[in-house]
């Protein structure tokens, strides 16, 4: 029997509190995690902080334990590349283009962002909020191709494009293929999306999967069998639509080691695999 660990790549979140990336690569490595979605964090991975020695450890830590990066991450509650002022979308996209252009130092195939977020008593036109959303993905994306990163644009319910049908209406809209998604499915489950059409419809730009547990009331990452998340539908329609990327567990807990391992069991046992 395949060792569930082995199936599933690690984001850090819960982690940036008290380790290193490269700390934390090696911690999850000894427990059988093949690949690592690195959360961008002070003191666990910040740009200014990143120096020559901190990024060749995080790459030292990888090779040394056979693992890989998919993936980079970022605090999207703090930052906002539609927000109403330009000093927040000046700084938004300034910190943005630096976990950019990290990503492509370590070797990180993806980076994860978000559309932006309106207010949600208030809103802008959506005219407003996708034009901007346009102009930062003008300025993100040759710093991405010039890395060798590809941008994925991840449902969010506090965002502005919070469902799978309007995200990719939108990304169609700016016409750029290498643009690709990021599907979390607590995310879409949480708004009242069915994960598994959520999934079917981002397909073709579809880069990664985000898993962890919620209800509908409150909004959480928690592991797995603390919500109600259908997961047991959700491996026939990954091998439907040709999913062949590491599941990537997005479990935000205070005993993450624990939580992360008994999620990685319960979806092993629904049939979740290991991408290719």
Request: hydrophobic residues 40%; proline residues 7%; glycine residues 8%.
């Amino acid at each position: 029997m395949t060792d569930p660990a082995k199936i599933f790549a690690v984001n850090t979140y819960s982690y940036t509190f008290d380790m290193s990336a490269a700390e934390c690569i090696r911690h999850l490595a000894q427990q059988g995690y093949p690949g690592f979605e690195l959360m961008m964090y002070p003191g666990h991975l910040w740009p200014s902080e990143a120096d020559t020695s901190t990024k060749r450890d995080v790459i030292r830590a990888c090779e040394e334990s056979g693992t890989r990066i998919v993936s980079l991450n970022m605090p999207n509650i703090d930052l906002n590349i539609v927000g109403a002022s330009p000093q927040m979308r000046e700084y938004s996209l300034g910190l943005l283009s630096q976990f950019v252009a990290l990503a492509g130092d370590l070797g990180a195939p993806a980076i994860v962002i978000g559309p932006g977020k309106a207010n949600p008593l208030f809103a802008p036109s959506r005219e407003f909020l996708v034009g901007h959303f346009f102009k930062a993905l003008d300025h993100l994306y040759p710093i991405a191709k010039k890395s060798g990163v590809r941008l994925l644009v991840e449902n969010m319910p506090f965002a502005f494009l919070p469902d799978a049908q309007s995200l990719v209406q939108t990304l169609d809209e700016y016409g750029n293929d290498d643009i690709g998604i990021i599907y979390d499915v607590a995310n879409g489950h949480f708004i009242g999306e069915d994960p598994c059409q959520g999934l079917r419809t981002v397909k073709k730009r579809l880069g990664l999967v985000h898993f962890s547990d919620t209800g509908k009331s409150v909004y959480r990452h928690d592991a797995v069998g603390l919500g109600d998340v259908p997961f047991a539908a959700v491996p026939p329609v990954l091998e439907e639509i040709g999913y062949s990327e590491l599941p990537v567990l997005e479990v935000i807990s205070r005993n993450p080691d624990m939580d992360t391992i008994d999620s990685a069991r319960k979806l092993a046992a629904l049939g979740y695999k290991a991408g290719s």
